[in-house]
T-cell receptor
């Protein structure tokens, strides 16, 4: 049962344009969402997060949007740079406490390629 | 920033041997660390949650007697793959929950660089 899904395995974007990475989830208990960037044979690097009480969080070139009713979040990168080329994972967690606190459930990842 | 290291980065072993992987938080204390496993072209799957001074909590389907986890200090957690077999070959990644003051108020986990295990 894949509770967090990234349905696009790959995305190709021209340098300077916007990259939009999408993520859907099924578990309504998730109340905190994160995006990570990962290079091959390395651990994920945290990019940005959003709590379920918000619908938008912005940090520099990265903006995450959350649509709770649709159980959908997206990561926007503007402007895209060749150095952004990597695998992007969305992750979800339950921050409300209990035994699930802090556990991350990851999507399958989307390979982003930004062409010069 | 918060740094998490893993050692070794790569290990090749014979079937039936045990392999220990170390995960260290270098500049912060982590009461909770997590161990993940990633198969090629797949997502990271949480194996267990490691709490300092107590027993680890394993995810469903993960054999606790095969994947021994010890979190003896606030900066070190170890994962031992006992009697490794070729199907245990994978990329193992640990993470540590970062203190909120290190993450600009965004709660997150910092990940180690991973350990590639190949069992022959």
């Amino acid at each position: 049962d894949q509770q967090v899904k990234q349905n696009s395995p790959s995305l190709s974007v021209q340098e300077g344009r916007i990259s939009i990475l999408n993520c859907d989830y099924t578990n309504s208990m998730f109340d905190y969402f994160l995006w990570y960037k990962k290079y091959p044979a390395e651990g994920p690097t945290f990019l940005i997060s959003i709590s379920s009480i918000k619908d938008k969080n912005e940090d520099g070139r990265f903006t995450v949007f959350l649509n709770k009713s649709a159980k959908h979040l997206s990561l926007h990168i503007v402007p895209s740079q060749p150095g952004d080329s990597a695998v992007y994972f969305c992750a979800a967690s339950v921050r409300a406490g209990g035994t699930s606190y802090g556990k991350l459930t990851f999507g399958q990842g989307t390979i982003l390629t930004v062409h010069p | 920033g918060a740094v998490v290291s893993q050692h070794p980065s790569r290990v090749i072993c014979k079937s039936g041997t045990s392999v220990k992987i170390e995960c260290r938080s270098l500049d912060f204390q982590a009461t909770t660390m997590f161990w993940y496993r990633q198969f090629p072209k797949q997502s990271l799957m949480l194996m267990a949650t490691s709490n300092e001074g107590s027993k680890a909590t394993y995810e469903q389907g993960v054999e606790k007697d095969k994947f021994l986890i010890n979190h003896a200090s606030l900066t070190l957690s170890t994962l031992t793959v006992t009697s490794a077999h070729p199907e245990d070959s994978s990329f193992y990644i640990c993470s540590a929950r970062a203190p909120i003051h290190l993450t600009r108020l965004q709660e997150t986990q910092y990940f180690g660089p991973g350990t590639r295990l190949l069992v022959l």
